[in-house]
C-alpha cells in the first residue's frame, strides 16, 4: 500500500467523535477500501480538556483550527465546526491556500460562500467535498456528480430537515398542535440552538441551494431560495389534508423552468401513498429526476453521528483513491448565474379560510377567485360557530402570483376574516 492519506479534524462535536471513531475501530477495512491507510495526525475544538469519552492523546493538538489546516503532516482538512463564518470559514481558507484537500459538513458555510471557496480551490489544485452537509448519510452528492452524471435533470426535491418532518409527523400521529410538538422536539433536543434554522426552513434551505447548483450547473444562490417555515401549520390542516389523501411535508424544490431557476423550501401537501408522503419521522428523502434515468428515490438518516460521520468517510475514501471532482460537479468558473424565478411552475394549491357565516360569503370568494383566473377543483365546509365558517377550497393548476391577487383580493370582500392559508400541492 502507499502512503497513509493524514487527517486533520477540526471539531470534536458529534460528528467529529463520530469520524474518530470509524477511523479507530476499523482501520484494515478503510485502507482496504481507500487503497492506502487512513490516519487522524492532528485534532482540534474549543476545549482541550473536555472529557469527550475517547481518549485523544495520540494526536495532535492544536488550539486553532487555522494552526492544524496548516500542519505539513496534514494531508486532508476536516472541517466540522460549523458556522458560515469565523473559524470554520478562516481555516477552509487556510487549508486551500496551504493546497489541502478539504472535507466538510458545513451546508451553511458552502451557501453563502461555496462559489468563492470552489473557485479558489480549483486555483490551488485542491478539492472541497461536502457529501455530510446534506441529507446526513444519503448519498445524494455523489448521486449527482456520478450516478446521474450522465443525465440533463429536470427537478431535485425532497424533505431534507429531519426535525421539521418529525414534528409534522408527529402532530398527525398523535393529534397535537404545532406548539406543543415543538416544546417536545425542543426538550429532545432535535432543535438547533437557534429554532428558527430548522422550523423557518433556513437549514434545509442551505440544502436545497446545493444540490440546485450540482444538479443544474449554476453558482449557489441560496439568498433566491424563497422560505416558508411549519409555523403556521395547524392540526385542522393536518387532519383536512389527511381527509382528502394529503400529508404536509417542508418540501424542498427546484427545476429549471422557461422562466429561471425556481428554488423554494415551503410547506406542501403532497399525496398521502407517494414515497414522500409515507415518510415519518425524523428521516430524510430526496427525490432527483433526470431525462434518461427517470425518478430516483433516496432515503435514510439525514442527522446524527453516524450518518453524518459515515458521509464524511466517503469523501475521505474518495480522496484516499485519488478519485477528484470539482466541488459542484464541474468547474467553477463554468457555473453559470441562475436567474431566479419565483413559484413559475403553475399547481393546485389548499387554501383554507374562515368566512362570515351570511349569506352570499362563499359567492365573494368565488367571484374573486374567478376574476384571479382561478378555478376550483374541491371545496368543503366543516363545522361552524354561529359567527364564522371554516372553508377548504382546492384549487386547479395556477400560479402564486395568480393566488397572491386572489388573497389580496379577499380584504375588499368583507367577508374572510383573518388571513388565509395557502398550501402548494406540489405532484411527485
Known amino acids: 500500500m502507499t502512503a497513509p492519506l493524514r487527517l486533520g479534524i477540526a471539531g470534536l462535536g458529534t460528528v467529529g467523535l463520530g469520524v474518530l471513531d470509524i477511523v479507530r475501530k476499523q482501520p484494515d477495512l478503510l485502507a482496504h477500501r481507500a487503497g492506502r491507510p487512513i490516519e487522524i495526525t492532528g485534532i482540534s475544538a474549543r476545549s482541550h480538556n473536555k472529557d469527550r469519552g475517547m481518549d485523544l492523546s495520540g494526536y495532535a493538538w492544536e488550539a486553532d483550527p487555522v494552526a492544524l489546516a496548516k500542519r505539513d503532516d496534514v494531508d486532508v482538512f476536516v472541517e466540522l465546526i460549523g458556522g458560515d463564518t469565523g473559524p470554520a470559514l478562516d481555516a477552509t481558507k487556510a487549508a486551500i491556500s496551504a493546497g489541502k484537500d478539504v472535507v466538510t459538513a458545513n451546508k451553511a458555510m458552502l451557501a453563502h460562500h461555496g462559489q468563492d471557496l470552489a473557485e479558489t480551490a480549483e486555483k490551488a489544485g485542491a478539492v472541497i467535498r461536502f457529501e455530510a452537509a446534506v441529507a446526513g448519510g444519503i448519498p445524494v452528492v455523489k448521486a449527482l456528480t456520478e450516478g446521474l452524471a450522465g443525465n440533463v435533470i429536470t427537478r431535485v426535491m425532497g424533505v431534507m430537515n429531519g426535525t421539521c418532518n418529525y414534528i409534522l409527523t408527529r402532530m398527525e400521529s398523535a393529534g397535537l398542535p404545532y406548539d406543543e410538538v415543538f416544546a417536545e422536539a425542543d426538550a429532545l433536543g432535535y432543535l438547533e440552538a437557534d429554532p428558527n434554522l430548522d422550523v423557518g426552513g433556513i437549514d434545509a434551505g442551505h440544502k436545497l441551494s446545493l444540490l440546485a447548483a450540482i444538479a443544474f450547473g449554476t453558482k449557489v444562490s441560496f439568498d433566491a431560495v424563497e422560505l416558508e417555515g411549519i409555523g403556521r401549520i395547524t392540526i385542522e390542516d393536518i387532519a383536512q389534508a389527511a381527509d382528502m389523501g394529503y400529508k404536509i411535508k417542508l418540501l424542498g424544490v427546484a427545476q429549471m423552468t422557461g422562466r429561471g431557476l425556481e428554488q423554494r423550501m415551503s410547506p406542501c401537501l403532497v399525496p398521502d401513498d407517494s414515497p414522500l408522503g409515507q415518510l415519518q419521522g425524523g428521516t430524510n428523502m430526496v427525490v432527483i429526476e433526470g431525462d434518461s434515468a427517470g425518478q430516483i428515490v433516496l432515503r435514510g438518516a439525514g442527522a446524527g453521528r453516524g450518518?453524518?460521520?459515515?458521509?464524511?468517510?466517503?469523501?475521505?475514501?474518495?480522496?484516499?483513491?485519488?478519485?477528484?471532482?470539482?466541488?459542484?460537479?464541474?468547474?467553477?468558473?463554468?457555473?453559470?448565474?441562475?436567474?431566479?424565478?419565483?413559484?413559475?411552475a403553475p399547481a393546485p394549491y389548499y387554501l383554507r379560510m374562515t368566512l362570515q357565516d351570511k349569506p352570499g360569503a362563499l359567492a365573494k370568494v368565488a367571484t374573486v377567485l374567478g376574476e384571479a383566473g382561478i378555478s376550483v377543483d374541491r371545496m368543503r365546509q366543516y363545522g361552524h360557530s354561529d359567527a364564522?365558517?371554516?372553508?377548504?377550497?382546492?384549487?386547479?393548476?395556477?400560479?402564486?402570483?395568480?393566488?397572491?391577487?386572489?388573497?389580496?383580493?379577499?380584504?375588499?370582500?368583507?367577508?374572510?376574516?383573518?388571513?388565509?392559508?395557502?398550501?402548494?400541492?406540489?405532484?411527485v
Not at 331 to 343: D, E, G, N
Open 307 to 344: 450518518p453524518t460521520a459515515s458521509a464524511v468517510m466517503a469523501d475521505v475514501i474518495d480522496l484516499a483513491r485519488g478519485f477528484r471532482v470539482s466541488t459542484f460537479g464541474r468547474p467553477a468558473t463554468a457555473l453559470t448565474q441562475a436567474i431566479p424565478a419565483k413559484a413559475a
Open 388 to 427: 364564522t365558517a371554516p372553508v377548504l377550497i382546492v384549487t386547479h393548476k395556477t400560479t402564486r402570483d395568480a393566488l397572491d391577487h386572489a388573497i389580496t383580493g379577499f380584504t375588499d370582500t368583507k367577508v374572510v376574516v383573518g388571513s388565509p392559508v395557502a398550501i402548494r400541492i406540489e405532484s
